[in-house]
């Protein structure tokens, strides 16, 4: 599967982005996603995850409460809505998927977008 990620950009603190994850391929509700970010100089980190169903997420606490994601199967497309955000929440946001549920760890995602900038000012 091919992800390609949209929707980063420049946003102050306090607003709001929603990034979409557009896969090709016509198994993409088998595959559970993941959104991850990366900011410079630091690990890529776990955002959260949706079952392939879209009946399920997980989220880390840094983010809980603020971000949410969902999934359209329809349109081969799992989004990640960002509300609230904060300075700290700056980095590359990507977005990941796996037949198999995999845990928070990023190396054990199989597949991957390219990233999308996420800056916010404060």
């Known amino acids: 599967v091919q992800l390609v990620e949209s929707g980063g950009g420049w946003v102050q603190a306090g607003g709001s982005l929603r990034l979409s994850c557009a896969a090709s391929g016509r198994t993409f509700s088998s595959y559970h996603m993941a959104w991850f970010r990366q900011a410079p100089g630091k690990e890529r980190e776990f955002v959260g995850r949706?079952?392939?169903?879209?009946?399920?997420?997980d989220y880390a606490d840094s983010v809980k409460g603020r971000f949410t994601i969902s999934r359209d199967n329809a349109k081969n497309t799992v989004y990640l809505q960002m509300n609230s955000l904060k300075p700290e929440d700056t980095a590359v946001y990507y977005c990941?998927?796996?037949?198999?549920?995999?845990?928070?760890?990023?190396?054990?995602?199989?597949?991957w977008g390219q990233g999308t900038q996420v800056t916010v000012s404060s």
């Open positions: 949706i079952y392939w169903s879209g009946g399920i997420t």
């Open positions: 990941a998927a796996d037949y198999i549920l995999q845990d928070r760890r990023f190396m054990n995602w199989r597949y």
